[in-house]
């Protein structure tokens, strides 16, 4: 099976997740990236059959609208029932990088928002400690330099993330090399920086299912 074709079986998979908690009213937190954006394609299916959506990027923003699925503001919405989105990385305790699309704080505040968390995700992305992709950080722009120097104290290799603004106005910082032995100590050491918008680790709020693509079909995974 190819990549496109794992991410498609864990979308389809999503979808079956919550097919029969979904009703009239229902808002359904979508995350971003191109995992989410297959299950994007599975959600329109039903989009009949529901009220709508909260995005965490603009971009999949216009992806729902285009798809004729109603968008949220998230404070209009509340709390949501259910978040779906992909990973970079994930490990057996659900904890996750995630940001490699610059969405992360719009998807941090989403994924805080809601009642389950439902990441999806090939197998590539199943990893044992995170830490090998470069862990992203957005930042404002005037304080660039100051998170890069504080990252460097912290045994990160920073690099910017040139001509990438993020839908906040942000700038992007990854972290390569960064021990992530301890990801909930690091995430909130990280947002302790004068400057640090939000970090790619989701470890305060990690996900309540992994719906993992295999070739030999989906693995449905629970925190450890
Ligand atoms: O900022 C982007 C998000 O965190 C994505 O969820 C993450 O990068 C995974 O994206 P993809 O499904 O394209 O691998």
Not at 139 to 144: I, K, Q, Y
């Amino acid at each position: 099976m190819t990549q496109n074709q794992l991410k498609q079986a864990v979308a389809q998979a999503a979808l079956e997740e919550i097919r029969d908690d979904l009703h009239k009213d229902s808002i359904v937190g979508v995350g971003t990236g191109s995992t989410a954006n297959f299950f994007i394609e599975e959600l329109a299916r039903l989009k009949m059959d529901i009220d709508g959506a909260v995005a965490s990027s603009e971009a999949t923003a216009e992806r729902l609208r285009a798809h004729g699925i109603p968008v949220y503001d998230l404070n209009a919405a509340g709390i949501l029932d259910v978040y779906v989105d992909g990973a970079d990385e994930i490990n057996a305790r659900l904890q996750m990088i995630k940001g490699g699309g610059a969405a992360l704080t719009r998807e941090k505040i989403v994924a805080a928002c809601s009642n389950k968390f439902i990441c999806i995700a090939d197998e590539s992305k199943q990893v044992e400690v995170l830490g090998d992709f470069p862990l992203p950080v957005e930042v404002l722009p005037m304080a660039r330099s100051h998170v890069g120097r504080e990252l460097v104290k912290l045994g990160a290799d920073p690099q910017w993330r040139e001509n990438v603004k993020t839908d906040n106005g942000n700038w992007i910082i990854d972290c390569y090399n960064f021990l992530l032995d301890d990801p909930l100590k690091l995430e909130t050491r990280i947002n302790d920086i004068a400057g640090v918008v939000c970090n790619g680790i989701f470890a305060q709020r990690p996900a309540d299912v992994l719906l993992l693509g295999c070739p030999e079909g989906v693995k449905r995974l629970i925190a450890k």
